[in-house]
C-alpha cells in the first residue's frame, strides 16, 4: 500500500494508511452517522481498524482500487477515510467518512474531488460512482459538490447489516 502516491489538495493531502493510525480509526468510527451510513462494523469494537487495515485497505488494492488517509492541510492532523473501492473496466466506486471533528469544512468534497482527478489521470477509469442512500443528505451534498451528478434511485442495491437498502447512483465522468 506504501507505494500509493500522495495526493495534495487545496485543504487536504491522501495519503496512505499507517498502523499507527488505528486509535484514530477506531475514535472517529464511534460516530454513529459512519456506523449508519456506511459499511463499518457497528459496533465499532477493539480490533476494527486494525482489521481494516490488514484487510480492507490491500483488499481494495487487490480490486484496482486505493484506500486513502485525509489529513487536514492545516496542521497533519488524520481526518478522515476516502477509499476507491474498486476500478474495474473502466468504473471506479468511491466510499469515504471524514470524522465528526471535522465536519463541514470542506475537507471532504476536497478529498472527494481530489481523489476522483488521480483515479481519471491514473486509474483508466472513464466513470466514477457514488452509491448514497437518500436520507444521507451530507453525503448527497458532499457528492454535488465535488461535481457528482444525481443519476437515479436503485432500489434494494446495497445491502447493509444485513438490511436491504435503496441508494441514489451518483456519477462522475472522466474529463
Ligand atoms: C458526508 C460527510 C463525508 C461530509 O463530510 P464534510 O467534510 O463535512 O463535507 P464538506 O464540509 O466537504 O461539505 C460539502 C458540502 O456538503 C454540505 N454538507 C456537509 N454535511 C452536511 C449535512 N450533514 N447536511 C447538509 N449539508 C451538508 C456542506 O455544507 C457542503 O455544501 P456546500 O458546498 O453547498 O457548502 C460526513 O458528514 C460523514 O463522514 N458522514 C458519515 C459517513 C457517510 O455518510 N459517508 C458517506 C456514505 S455514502
Redesign the pocket.
Known sequence: MSDLPVLTGAHVRLRPWRPNDAPTIQAACQ?P??QR??TVPSPYGPGDAEHFLAHRVPGARARGGAAYAVEDLADGSLV?SMTLLHAERGIGEI????APW?????????ALDTLAAWAFAHRDVHRLE????PD????R??AA?AGFAEEGLLRGRLVLRGERRDVLMHGRLAP
Open positions: 460516530d452517522d459512519i451510513w456506511t478522515g466510499g469515504y467518512w471524514i471535522a465536519r463541514r469544512r470542506g475537507l471532504g468534497a476536497d457514488l452509491q448514497i442512500e444521507n443528505h451530507g453525503s451534498a458532499l459538490r
